[in-house]
């Protein structure tokens, strides 16, 4: 069975880095046709799509995000990482990882929530 789980710091000061992984269990993230996301839900936005990395290492992102944001990835540990710089307290919110396929997210996370403040 697919598992994803979000791991990170709870609170992040303003103008840092926000650093978070996601552990994938049951399948590789290596693995062909499937993407890997992260999104962020927060009362004042909604739900916003991040980006994601391919199964090859490709990134996209939301172009709102501007430069602040990048996907890396470690294939031998299975997970990938979210960083997010120069944070402010607008990036407060739910961060959710998740597989996509065919352009639907299947599975996910359980949401780790990130509050940004000094």
């Known amino acids: 069975q697919v598992q994803l789980q979000e791991s990170g710091p709870g609170l992040v000061k303003p103008s840092q880095t926000l650093s978070l992984t996601c552990t994938v269990s049951g399948t590789a993230i290596t693995a062909d046709f499937f993407y890997w996301s992260w999104v962020r839900h927060s009362p004042g936005k909604g739900l916003e799509w991040i980006g994601w990395i391919t199964e090859r290492g490709t990134l996209y992102s939301n172009s709102s995000f501007k430069s602040r944001t990048s996907i890396s990835r470690d294939t031998s540990r299975n997970q990938f990482t979210l960083h997010l710089d120069s944070v402010t307290p607008e990036d407060t919110a739910v961060y959710y990882c998740?597989?996509?396929?065919?352009?639907?997210?299947?599975?996910w996370g359980k949401g780790t929530l990130v509050t940004v403040s000094s």
């Open positions: 998740a597989r996509v396929h065919y352009w639907a997210m299947d599975y």
